[in-house]
């Protein structure tokens, strides 16, 4: 199943629960949320009071990528502020294996993202464990960066290596992931797209995600025939 992760980094903060809602209508199924705490990357946004505030606005799942150093120590507020899902960069964790039994611990779905410096085999031994892989096709830090083709070759080695070793994680792509871009990164193998400044925009933000999810939905449905 293909599906839209709408990024609120992009959206109008100050009207962020209309713009959740906008986003669902338009066929969201996810809600991705970027935490950044101006270490790791250089920029701040969000924190555990923002995803408790998001909680009971959407039923759509919360998606969240950490892009924070230590970020064992933030697992149980994101956990009890609503999280569903966390992601965290295989850059930053010293103990990844045990960060992970953390986050399933806490009764999130757990991730790893890796930048486009990093190569997919750092998470070979980590693979059974994951719900999917975050690809990043732009260096995290900022919404509205241009695709990096190299996170094609990396979504097909995690095609390859899912099938050789008998898993079923998903691989999701983020960064400059566009109604342009987003037939490629499927057609690699990704199914979960985020996509911020892509579908974000003051009076097209519906017709954006329905139009997004057709482009990849009719990539998909090529790549099964
Ligand atoms: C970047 C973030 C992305 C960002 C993507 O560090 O991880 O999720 O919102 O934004 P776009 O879709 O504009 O590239
Ligand atoms: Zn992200």
Do not use: W, Y
Not at 59 to 86: R, S, T, W, Y
Not at 121 to 136: A, C, I, K, Q, T
Not at 202 to 219: C, D, H, M, S, Y
Request: charged content about 20%; hydrophobic content about 50%.
């Amino acid at each position: 199943m293909i599906e839209l992760a709408a990024s609120i980094l992009a959206a109008d903060f100050a009207h962020l629960a209309d713009e959740v809602a906008l986003v669902e209508r338009g066929g969201a199924t996810l809600l991705h949320v970027d935490i950044m705490d101006g270490h790791f990357v250089p920029n701040i946004t969000f924190g555990p009071p923002v995803v408790q505030a998001l909680r009971p606005i959407t039923k759509l799942p919360l998606d969240c990528h950490l892009m924070v150093e230590n970020p064992d120590d933030f697992i149980q507020a994101f956990a009890e502020a609503g999280a569903d899902m966390m992601s965290v960069h295989q850059e930053v964790c010293r103990h990844l294996h045990r960060t992970l039994q953390h986050i399933v611990q806490h009764g999130m779905l757990p991730a790893v993202v890796i930048n486009p410096a990093t190569p997919v085999d750092m998470l070979v031994e980590v693979l059974p464990m994951l719900h999917h892989v975050l690809v990043m096709s732009v260096n995290p830090g900022f919404g509205g960066q241009k695709f990096l083709p190299l996170a094609l070759d990396k979504i097909a080695h995690l095609v390859e290596l899912r099938d050789e070793m008998g898993l079923n994680f998903r691989i999701e792509v983020d960064g400059g992931v566009a109604h342009d871009t987003v037939a490629q990164v499927v057609e690699a193998g990704a199914d979960m797209l985020v996509a911020g400044s892509a579908i974000f925009s003051k009076g097209k933000t519906e017709q954006n995600a329905v139009e997004f999810l057709k482009l990849a939905r009719a990539a998909g449905s090529v790549q099964v025939a």
